[in-house]
């Protein structure tokens, strides 16, 4: 099988079944989520809840050459 | 300090109201000569009722306060006859930076595409704003503007329908009764409180501080925000320029800083100097150290009583959605309102302003609230995403998607709203039932020049057809016989070449940009509110449909 994907850094957010009318509206209803999850946790007990959330989308992503892309970029100026 | 205005002084004077024996009724009552008070004045007097202003004061906004007005309101100052001197004086633009410790992470261009007549956004100092839109008031009959009237009483009789003013003068107090009355007094609203009426919502933790100074710099007039710059480590600023080279700087200020201290212009120039530079030559011109809450009434009417802009409802500065959703709102009241005086359109319509724009004002507050909360995050977790979002916009572009340094104002789609004929047909694009109509450049038979121009101030169809020559008997009787309703719609032949027959307006789509943006093909109708919104749409005329269509948008079906 030949290799297909990349990791894709174009934003990529949607609400499925829905006209969106403004580009930033998607991305933004992420972010409010992401914060959100986090609203009331100590700081310890948002580590966890990024730990666990990094794995559930990598699952998602599963492409292995996508994710070490992916760990990467996110490693990269740290 | 003002070095840059003159603020005019507007004479008190006596109304024979104050002198006379009974009590004098009136059609309608604006508190309130800002901004929003002033667009409901003039939109009151170009739909032919007669308005009176009441403001407490005798000048314009002292100090330059809001100063970025966008596209869509100035799309409504033009329709209130106003916008050109605005523009002409303002500083156009359209580009936004965001920096992240100095470094040039991602911009933005508020209106990538041609054809439109209006601009992205212009800044201009309220005090102009504001005394160009008095001045157009004295070249319209009908608006009254009182000044150093203030309203002390205020008794909304629900069983007469009546609301009856007490207002302090120069000369002492008298009274006045309306049949309406639109509260535009400001987010501190003193009608509103003596109506007792609640406005809830939420106090953000953190103060900014605003200093406009005059200064001749070359930057372009663009809108740069720095996230923790190195010469206000941990916090964000914001440049921008208005007229008169007086130039707009906000700094974010931190929750425990003195707001009295912060106001000492000993304390304001060392921080215009870290961020300028020590060489540049500036005056201090106006400073002001604020909080914001993001909030709103539950309702935006009580009986005979409509509140209006910040009165309504109140944002975070970042996005400039305060002063701009406020002409929309007197953008969507007043036809609404002529309607139901004129015993037109029943009193339902005045509760689908409230609808339409307490959605609107949902939208403004959630990008608002947005917007503070990237920029002043109050967790270390929403501080380190924050920052992660703004690392990774150097390089990849869905992070500088989601950098929030303000979504700047831009008009709701109000597709839920009541007045709204949902699609039969299949369209394509953004004009859909509850859209502000996209501009475009046309050739009107009147030489007009833009679409705006034309679709304004009444029901209008518009019947898009290649060739306006070719329209038919049958067709050009069924545009005609609209006109003749107790609520008229004026039918719009929108073509490529040719005039319609009847002498019914046609207009040519000259750079197809219409056709385009509607999703048109031939045959194509939209009809069009007052307020230039899109009512519904079809892909064939059917008289019926647009009839049913008319009584949806006015709440008579």
């Known amino acids: 099988m030949s290799r297909t994907k990349t990791l894709n850094t174009e934003s990529n957010f949607y609400q499925p079944n829905q006209q969106v009318f403004r580009a930033y509206r998607a991305g933004d209803d992420f972010y409010e989520a992401l914060i959100e999850t986090h609203l009331g946790l100590t700081d310890e007990q948002s580590q966890q809840v990024n730990a666990k959330l990094i794995l559930l989308l990598a699952n998602q992503v599963g492409d292995l050459d996508v994710l ?11 | 300090m003002f070095k840059a205005y003159e603020n005019p002084v507007y004479d008190y004077i006596k109304s024979p109201d104050q002198d006379a024996d009974t009590l004098v009724h009136h059609p309608l009552v604006i508190v309130g000569a800002g901004p929003v008070g002033l667009a409901a004045g003039l939109d009151a007097a170009i739909n032919g009722i007669p308005a ?30 106003c916008a050109k001197r605005m523009v002409d004086k303002g500083v156009i633009w359209k580009m936004g930076k965001v920096f992240f410790k100095d470094q040039l992470v991602t911009s933005f261009d508020l209106l990538p595409e041609e054809g439109h007549e209006q601009p992205a956004f212009i800044n201009l ?84 501080l605003i200093a406009d100074i005059i200064m001749k710099a070359d930057f372009p007039s663009e809108r740069w925000f720095s996230f923790d710059p190195s010469y206000h480590k941990g916090q964000s600023t914001l440049l921008h320029s208005q007229s008169d080279n007086v130039w707009r700087l906000d700094f974010q200020l931190g929750w425990d800083k003195d707001p009295e201290e912060e106001e000492k212009p000993e304390n304001i120039i ?29 309702r935006f009417r009580q009986g005979r009583v409509i509140f209006v802009g910040d009165a309504a409802h109140q944002v975070s500065p970042f996005g400039a959605r305060g002063a701009n959703s406020g002409f929309q709102d007197t953008d969507n009241l007043l036809w609404k309102l ?41 967790s270390n977790t929403s501080l380190q995403f924050r920052n992660a979002t703004l690392e990774l916009s150097k390089d990849y572009h869905f992070a500088q998607k989601l950098v929030n340094s303000g979504r700047l104002s831009d008009a709701a789609f109000l597709t839920e709203s009541p007045l709204n004929t949902a699609d039969e047909d299949a369209f394509e ?27 304004a101030n009444q029901f209008q169809l518009l019947y898009f057809i290649d060739n306006a020559s070719t329209l038919d008997e049958s067709t050009a009787r069924q545009l005609l016989a609209m006109t003749q309703g107790s609520i008229p719609i004026q039918p719009v032949v929108v073509s490529t070449s040719g005039t319609a027959p009847q002498g019914i307006k046609t207009i040519q789509d000259i750079k197809r940009l219409l056709s385009k943006r509607y999703d048109a093909k031939n045959g194509t109708c939209y009809l069009t509110r007052p307020d230039q919104h899109v009512a519904g749409r079809w892909r064939t005329l059917d008289s019926s449909k647009i009839s049913q269509a008319l009584n949806t948008a006015t709440c008579n079906g």
Request: aromatic letters at 8%; proline letters at 3%; glycine letters at 6%.
């Open chain 2, 338 to 378: 002529k309607l139901v005086m004129d015993g037109k359109a029943p009193d339902a319509l005045i509760d689908s302003y409230c609808a339409e724009r307490e959605y609107a004002a949902d939208e403004n507050l959630l990008n608002s609230t947005r917007s503070t909360d990237f920029i002043s995050p109050k």
């Open chain 2, 52 to 81: 009176i202003i009441l403001d407490d004061n005798n000048t314009v906004s002292v100090g330059s306060r809001a100063v970025c007005y966008s596209k869509r309101a100035l799309e409504v100052l033009d329709r209130l006859g």
């Open chain 2, 270 to 298: 060392p921080r215009v100097k870290a961020m300028m530079g020590d060489n540049v030559e500036f005056e201090l011109e106006w400073a002001s150290v604020y909080t914001f809450m993001c909030r709103r009434m539950e």
């Open chain 2, 125 to 208: 100092q309220q005090y102009y704003l504001e005394q160009y839109m008095v001045d157009r008031s004295d070249e319209l009959d009908n608006i009254n503007i009182r000044w150093k009237n203030r309203v002390t009483v205020v008794d909304n009789d629900a069983d007469s329908n009546i609301v009856t003013l007490t207002i302090e003068t120069p000369d002492g107090p008298y009274q006045i009764s309306t049949d309406w009355l639109i509260v535009a007094d400001g987010a501190n609203s003193s009608v509103r409180s003596m109506l007792g009426l609640a406005m809830e919502g939420k106090t953000f933790e953190d103060r900014f």
């Open chain 1, 68 to 78: 070490r892309e992916a760990l990467d970029a996110a490693r990269q100026g740290v």
């Open chain 2, 429 to 455: 694009g953004n004009m859909v039932a509850g859209a502000v109509m996209d501009d475009a450049p046309i050739q009107g038979d009147q030489d007009e020049r833009w679409a705006l121009k034309v679709f």
